[in-house]
């Protein structure tokens, strides 16, 4: 059975940092192109980060610069450092990889910056 599980949210003040994790279990992990995903109630949710299996990353212009996504494949685990949080970061992180047809999704960990 795949399971992704989220950790790391929390409260933090604007210009502070977090970091998340997403352990992977069920699944061969090292071959995934993983996401990071954000949403806040009311939007769909957004695709902020991705890492390949051969550690090629991509990032949302919004959190260009700031969020730093690495993956290690002897723990199962993806993460997600988030620097320079802004107030506007606030919203519930999900990590996802896709098997097509399916999307594995985790259950989410809020983050939620305080201006």
């Known amino acids: 059975q795949v399971q992704l599980v989220e950790s790391g949210g929390g409260l933090v003040q604007a210009g502070g940092s977090l970091r998340l994790s997403c352990i992977a279990s069920g699944t061969k992990f090292s071959i995934h192109t993983m996401g990071w995903y954000r949403q806040t109630p009311g939007k769909q949710r957004e695709l902020i980060a991705t890492?390949?299996?051969?550690?090629?990353?991509h990032y949302a212009d919004s959190v260009k610069g700031r969020f730093t996504i690495s993956r290690d494949n002897a723990k199962n685990t993806l993460y997600l450092q988030m620097n320079s949080l802004k107030y506007e970061d606030t919203a519930v992180y999900y990590c996802?990889?896709?098997?097509?047809?399916?999307?594995?999704w985790g259950q989410g960990t809020q983050v939620t910056v305080s201006s």
């Open positions: 996802k990889f896709r098997t097509a047809p399916f999307d594995y």
């Open positions: 890492i390949s299996a051969v550690y090629e990353t």
